[in-house]
Every structure is written in structure tokens, then in C-alpha cells.
């Protein structure tokens, strides 16, 4: 009799805790959003932490030499008087000691060459190992998300970056493991590119999840219009590559292939793909269209546009709304603009899809495209039905402001990069756009300068005082220092 209950015991045990592995609720944030205006905005102010398990970091990136690399320096580091945005966002798990943070190395931008050299060579592949392990120690993430996208494409080694990719990622695991630290991926989620990439039954024995990037499935790189992430293919998808392009034939073939389910996270977008329509009389998918779709006014793509400009236009003009039923998406027009996305609905069941097959939850791409302000309703709506089939409910809105209790008080400048220009000369305290270089800006305290570089194609924006889009910004040659 003791043994029976005891068996029946190690069988509940076993339920709970596969229902605990399949309650994931992976966000990216994607951090240069700190940089966009007025209500698009996001920093990290502005997550609410109880919404997600795991809080990605996007990105980091890779050096030629294969060192783990900081992007964005100013932003994410407190040294020479950055904005420490890597601590404030590790403190968040103040709020929530349940919460993973990870930092997430790769991207698009930051391409494939690089990677696929470092996997080829042992002493490469054991320095970036070293030392994304050492940062993420010293910065008190929870372990490393692997986003190399992909192994065998975009310049990447087609003959040996497969095999190569599972060879560093199994030396990664060993590492991350004896310090305690999680290993997570994102992939490439169908098949004709995923079959490129992965060598799916090997690579899954390293990884605690696999977030398939199950989006971009359609956009202007397309012949006709097609919906972001559709959950079932549609009548205007006939080839084989096309019956391949929706979020159910993705998560089959990772299963068919031998991916654990409890390590699939299915990924889901909280953002758009838009197009411009060739005839206003064609709006159903499979159309054509004469180029990408008007860019937001927050995100600044054309052909992308977050799910929060979305709803922010569909507030203020008319827009007609059409639910696709074979695909269980919907898609939207109003004049020449077509865009297709994800709502609260179909968000809800993509969830109740992951659930159902018993996937380890879902990821979003990214929180900060979600209305996190709660412009056309409540706050995070996309975030909040993902949470109520995912984990069983919703957390409610903070009554104010996260502020994480973490001191950011900047550490002791380290010596400051000269500007390309002249010498700028402090006058006086405060914050000045360099005269010479609009990238530039200096830090004047007492007898200290501290210098910063604004990232890849921004200028620094003497109205609001922080790096902007170019367009954004006057650029007027200045006489003397301006704040």
C-alpha cells in the first residue's frame, strides 16, 4: 500500500512539474528603444516584471577575435558615467525573485560571419565562452541566449557550421553549468531554413529552451501580401515553401525532428508587417502590393510597425478589420495600407496552441511594441492574454512606476574617448552635444568631461537630452556648447 501511494506521489510530483516547464512566458526587450519618442519610448521603467519568466536582454554582440562584445555602451554600462541600464533592469529581480534574466548575444544586425568563425576555431570558441561568462557573472544575469542567426546562411560556413554549432554549444553547457547559468537559443523556425541551420536532435541536448522565431513568416521580401505570423497556412499558400510559412507546420517540424516539446518555446510577434497595395480592389492575402507599408511613428520601419502604432491607428482613423478565418489571424486596410498582425485573439490562440501541445510556453518579439502604456485600453494587452492561457492569470497593472531599489549611482569614470572634432571645452556642469559631431556629447562636472558616442545612426538630441533618429534631430553647427 506504501508503495502504491508512494508511486502515486513521484507521479503527481512528475505532472507539476511539467506543467511548471511548460508555464514560460520568455520576453525579448528590445533595448534601443530608449531612444524612440513621445509615447513609443520604453525603458526599463517601464516592464512590468511579474509578465514574463524570462527577461531577455537584446543584444550583445561578438568580436572578430570571438569576444563576448558590448553594443551600446553608454546605455548598458555605468563606467564613464553610462546609464547603468544593464543593472536597473538585473534589479528588477528585487521585484520579482522568481524572474531569469539573460543576456541575448546575436541578432539580425549582428549578422552570421563572426559567429561562424569563432565556431570553427577551439581557442575562439573557448574565449567567447570565457568571457560571456565572466560578464554575466559580474552583472548578475542568470545565464546566455544564443540568437546566431543563422548557422550555414547570410556569409556563415554552409559546409561546417551545423556540426560546429553543436560542437560550441555543448562546451558552452558544460561551462554555464558548473556556475549555475541557463543556455537558451533562438532559431530559425521553418523548415527550409531551419533544415539549413540546425542539426535539431543534437543541438536540443544542450539548450533548457529553444524559442522558435515563429514570425516574419511574410513581409515585402515576398512575391504577394502575406501575414506576419499566420497559425495555419491559407488558401493563397500553394508551394511547398509556402504551406511551410505558418506557426503550426513550424512547431511540427521541430517535433518531427526530435526537439524535446517542453524545450519549444513558441515565439509570437507583438508587432506588423504592412504593405503598400498595388489595387485598392485586392486586399486579401495573396495580393499585390508596390512596396512596404508606411513606417510608424515610433519604430521609424517601413514594412514593420508595432502592435501598439497599430492600435494607436486604428483609434484615430478607420481602418477595416478583417478576421481570417483559415488562418486564425487578422489583417487590416484603410487606403492603399494593408497590414497584417496579431491581436488579442489570435495571440490567445497561439497560447492555447502551445498548451495544448504541450509546448514550454511562449516568447514574444518584443515588450516593447506591446501598448505597455495602455493607450487604446488596458496596459499590455498582448502580454496579459498570454499570461492568462499560459500561467492562468494576469498580473495586475503596477499602481506606480517600477523602481528598482538597486543603487545606480555611476561608478568612477574610466578615461573618456576624445572626440573626432576640435577639443571641447567645459564651460560649466551639464550635458552638451559635441559642436563638431553630432554624435558626440560631453558630460561636464567640475573639472571632469566625460565623452559618449551616440550608437550606429543616431545623433544626440539637445531637446531631450539622449541619443535620436537623425530626422529627429536639428543638426546646426554650434558656436558654443548647447545642453
Known amino acids: 500500500m506504501k508503495l502504491i501511494v508512494l508511486s502515486a506521489l513521484v507521479v503527481l510530483a512528475a505532472v507539476a512539474a511539467t506543467e511548471t516547464q511548460n508555464q514560460n512566458v520568455v520576453c525579448y526587450v528590445g533595448t534601443w528603444a530608449t531612444y524612440r519618442w513621445g509615447n513609443g519610448k520604453y525603458d526599463v521603467e517601464h516592464i512590468n516584471p511579474h509578465l514574463c519568466t524570462h527577461l531577455m536582454y537584446s543584444f550583445f554582440g561578438i568580436t572578430e577575435n570571438g569576444e563576448f562584445r558590448v553594443i551600446d555602451a553608454y546605455l548598458d554600462l555605468e563606467e564613464n558615467w553610462g546609464r547603468g541600464n544593464i543593472k536597473k533592469f538585473n534589479a528588477l529581480k528585487e521585484i520579482n525573485p522568481k524572474l531569469k534574466t539573460l543576456a541575448a548575444v546575436g541578432g539580425w544586425n549582428e549578422g552570421s560571419i563572426k559567429f561562424s568563425e ?33 548557422p550555414a546562411q547570410r556569409g556563415g560556413d554552409v559546409a561546417v557550421d551545423k556540426a560546429n554549432f553543436v560542437i560550441w554549444m555543448k562546451e558552452f553547457k558544460e561551462e554555464l553549468e558548473k556556475h549555475g547559468l541557463l543556455l537558451t537559443t533562438a532559431v530559425a523556425a521553418a ?3 531551419a533544415s539549413q541551420s540546425y542539426d535539431i536532435p543534437n543541438m536540443s541536448k544542450y539548450f533548457d529552451l529553444i524559442n522558435i522565431m515563429a514570425y516574419d513568416l511574410h513581409g515585402t521580401w515576398d512575391t504577394t501580401i502575406g501575414i506576419n505570423a499566420p497559425l495555419y497556412a491559407g488558401p493563397a499558400d500553394i508551394t511547398e515553401t509556402q504551406k511551410q510559412l505558418n506557426v503550426d507546420s513550424c512547431v511540427r517540424y521541430w517535433l518531427e525532428q526530435g526537439a524535446p516539446p517542453h524545450k519549444i518555446v513558441l515565439g509570437v510577434p507583438l508587432y506588423g508587417r504592412n504593405f503598400a497595395l498595388a489595387n485598392l480592389a485586392e486586399t486579401k492575402p495573396g495580393s499585390r502590393f508596390n512596396g512596404p507599408g508606411q513606417a510608424g511613428p515610433y519604430t521609424r520601419q517601413a514594412g514593420f510597425i508595432g502592435y ?20 486564425q489571424v487578422p489583417y487590416a486596410f484603410r487606403d492603399n495600407q494593408w497590414v497584417g498582425y496579431d491581436d488579442v485573439k489570435s495571440i490567445e490562440l497561439k497560447a492555447q496552441y502551445a498548451k495544448d501541445h504541450k509546448l514550454g510556453g511562449i516568447m514574444v518579439w518584443s515588450l516593447e511594441t506591446d501598448d505597455f502604456n495602455g493607450i487604446c485600453g488596458e496596459k499590455y494587452p498582448l502580454m496579459k492574454a498570454i499570461n492568462r492561457i499560459i500561467r492562468g492569470s494576469a498580473p495586475p497593472d503596477p499602481s506606480t512606476t517600477f523602481v528598482p531599489t538597486t543603487n545606480t549611482t555611476p561608478s568612477k569614470p574610466t578615461k573618456p574617448t576624445p572626440p573626432p572634432g576640435p577639443e571641447f571645452v567645459c564651460y560649466e556642469d551639464g550635458t552638451f552635444r559635441d559642436p563638431f559631431d553630432c554624435s558626440v556629447f560631453h558630460i561636464c562636472e567640475g573639472d571632469r568631461k566625460h565623452t559618449f558616442s551616440c550608437p550606429h545612426d543616431l545623433w544626440f538630441d539637445i531637446t531631450v537630452k539622449t541619443c535620436n533618429f537623425k530626422d529627429l534631430v536639428d543638426c546646426t553647427p554650434l558656436p558654443r556648447p548647447i545642453h
Open 191 to 193: 523548415k527550409f531554413s
Open 118 to 150: 569563432a565556431a570553427k576555431d577551439p581557442v575562439k570558441r573557448r574565449r567567447f565562452i570565457d568571457t560571456s561568462i565572466e560578464f554575466v557573472l559580474k552583472h548578475n544575469f542568470d545565464g546566455i541566449d544564443m540568437d546566431w542567426e543563422y
Open 308 to 327: 501598439n502604432e497599430i492600435c494607436e491607428n486604428f483609434k484615430a482613423e478607420k481602418w477595416t478589420q478583417v478576421w481570417e478565418e483559415t488562418q
